[in-house]
């Protein structure tokens, strides 16, 4: 059995699919078009958070994050918490705010995923992980494996290891760096979303990459059958890397 829901668990049998945005194309010039505007956008803000603190949870690293943000001019703060200066609430409200940023900042909530990833590669966004949980073992059928080529990544552990100012590791990324992974931000865009039902797009939204990576795995196991392997082998196993720490994400 294969089971498929925005956050996969630990077992290879569980996958990840993109949360849905509110981008849904009913055409391909309609795709097109978005994509050309992420890529003439100004975006004033180097970087922006979108979320609340979580005081309960010794081990978040948002009400860091948050302080940083507030210490800088070049951050943008949408204030998710009640009484928040935007109605987080309304996802059109938080990808404009997206589309000023050069860098988005998607530190875990109440789990490792979070629907504001797939509304900042909407906005032309470039995600920062800080966990790999968020989405490189996660996404698999939708991003690709280079993580490097479309996020930045800072590991940190627990909230002590949060570096004294992401600012200037920001910073440190050259311009044409920046440019070109926002360019591969932009096109993993239809890998992402899932478009109008009612329309005949030639491109593979991310409906069309989770019935293809189903079939797959129904090839696979229709193989394994023929060649007499145990399928209870490689299906289903328990994979721990999904919430295990690495120097550096290739």
Known sequence: MTMLSVEGSSWNNDIAI???????????????????????L???????????????????IRGKIIDLCVASSRCKLIDCSLGGNIDCDN???????????????QPG??????????????AGCIPVFFHPGAAYSQYLWNLPKNHSSYSVYIPVRVADDMPRSIEEILLGISKEKELAIREEVIRLIPNLIY???????????????????ILERIEDVRKAIREGNDLSIGFA?????????HKKQE
């Open 18 to 40: 993109p949360y849905s945005t509110n981008f849904h194309p009913a055409e391909d010039v309609d795709l097109v078009q978005w994509q050309s505007r992420m890529r003439k």
């Open 237 to 245: 196993d328990e994979d721990s890397y999904k919430y295990t720490f």
């Open 42 to 60: 100004e975006r004033p803000y180097l970087f922006t958070f979108a979320g609340a603190p979580r005081p309960d949870q010794q081990s978040s």
């Open 109 to 122: 909530g109440d789990s490792y995923t979070r629907r504001s990833t797939f509304d900042s590669i909407l």
């Open 195 to 213: 478009v109008d039902p009612r329309s005949r797009l030639e491109t593979e939204d991310a409906f069309d990459l989770a019935i293809k990576g």
């Open 91 to 105: 996802p059109s409200s938080v990808t404009r705010v997206f589309q000023s940023s050069v860098y988005c900042l």
